[in-house]
């Protein structure tokens, strides 16, 4: 017999990976929500890599959600991004907190496009890709959500 796991449990972490739009819609789902500091947002110009820590509800638990509310750091990078725009965020206020509603691709040329970001508060992310290349990986184990409620989520 063997001792138990962390990844053989219920909060296994998630490592999920995006190459169309039909990925990132699910990658949208999870990160619904999704809260980070201003200053957590980092754009690698030379590696093409744009990504993002969040702390992200975990949707995944589907009704267990609401007996005991979780969330978990995440990194959510993206791969070929040639620019980065955003609007509506104070990148110099320290405690600006921003709040993801959702992620969407929109065509150029494709594979190429745009991955916008839309934050709550009117807030926005653009990032030029030459194509979709995001992962979104759990890097700490799940915590009891400070709030101990539960975001309201269309399903």
């Known amino acids: 017999m063997t001792d138990a796991r962390f990844e053989d449990g219920r909060e296994a972490p998630l490592n999920l990976g995006a190459v169309d739009a039909e990925d990132l819609k699910v990658m949208a789902s999870l990160t619904q929500d999704a809260v980070f500091p201003a200053t957590e947002m980092r754009w690698d110009k030379a590696a093409q890599r744009f990504a993002l820590l969040l702390n992200r509800f975990r949707w995944e638990e589907g009704t267990a ?3 005991s509310p979780e969330r978990v750091q ?10 980065v725009a955003s609007s509506g965020i104070d990148r110099g206020d320290k405690d600006t907190i921003l709040s993801v509603l959702t992620i969407e691709f929109v065509v150029a040329d494709a594979p190429s496009g745009h991955i916008v970001i839309t934050l709550a508060g009117d807030g926005a992310i653009r990032l030029e890709v030459e194509a979709i290349e995001a992962t979104l990986k759990d890097v700490t ?4 959500a400070p709030s101990k409620t539960t975001p309201s989520h269309p399903e």
């Open 65 to 67: 959600r609401a007996m």
């Open 141 to 144: 184990k799940p915590y009891l």
């Open 74 to 83: 995440s990194v959510l990078a993206f791969d070929t991004v040639t620019a």
